[in-house]
């Protein structure tokens, strides 16, 4: 049933933004140099599933950042889940511009039946501009994902 693999793949999705275990400027978050712990929060509304989640963090300023996160997806029509995941990075500055990439690896695993566990490994760029009160960072990111166990 392909189904119900699709939703475990959209409750990943889902929790992935959630995870500030992708912070630092590189993925468009708070950089660890305001402080090692960033806690997160996030909810999610759409055509297929509600959702929401919640994430830890910590990690030293321009460097080594990793954390964890539990979210709950309720497919419109199906029965709801809750994705575990954990992931970790490092921040490593693009020259002499405020750019930085972040190489990141992470695993996801959900409770929906018949689900499997995800492994991602990719990276983001971002790149922080300041403006009149507030600080703009525009990111962008890929990774490659693999399903693995039952």
């Known amino acids: 049933m392909r189904f119900p693999k699709l939703l475990a793949v ?3 999705a ?27 929060g996030a909810w999610v ?6 959702g929401y989640g919640v994430g830890y963090s910590y990690g030293t300023a321009k ?3 990793a954390g964890l996160s539990v ?10 889940y809750t994705t575990y995941e954990a992931g970790a990075g490092y921040q490593l500055q693009v020259g002499d511009s405020p750019a930085s990439f972040c ?8 409770s929906a039946a018949g689900s499997k566990g995800v492994f991602s490994v990719g990276g983001t760029l971002g790149y922080p ?9 525009p990111n962008v990111g890929a990774s490659y994902a693999s399903t693995s166990g039952s």
Request: hydrophobic residues 35%; aromatic residues 8%; proline residues 6%.
């Open 10 to 12: 959209l409750a990943v």
């Open 14 to 40: 889902a929790v992935v933004p959630m995870t500030n275990a992708r912070a630092q400027a590189c993925s468009g978050m708070a950089s660890y140099s305001n402080g090692p712990s960033q806690v997160s």
């Open 129 to 137: 501009m300041k403006g009149e009160g507030m600080e703009w960072i």
């Open 63 to 65: 460097e080594w950042f």
């Open 103 to 110: 190489p990141m690896v992470s695993y996801a695993q959900s």
């Open 45 to 50: 509304h759409n055509d297929v599933a509600d």
């Open 71 to 80: 979210g709950s997806t309720s497919p419109k029509g199906g029965s709801s």
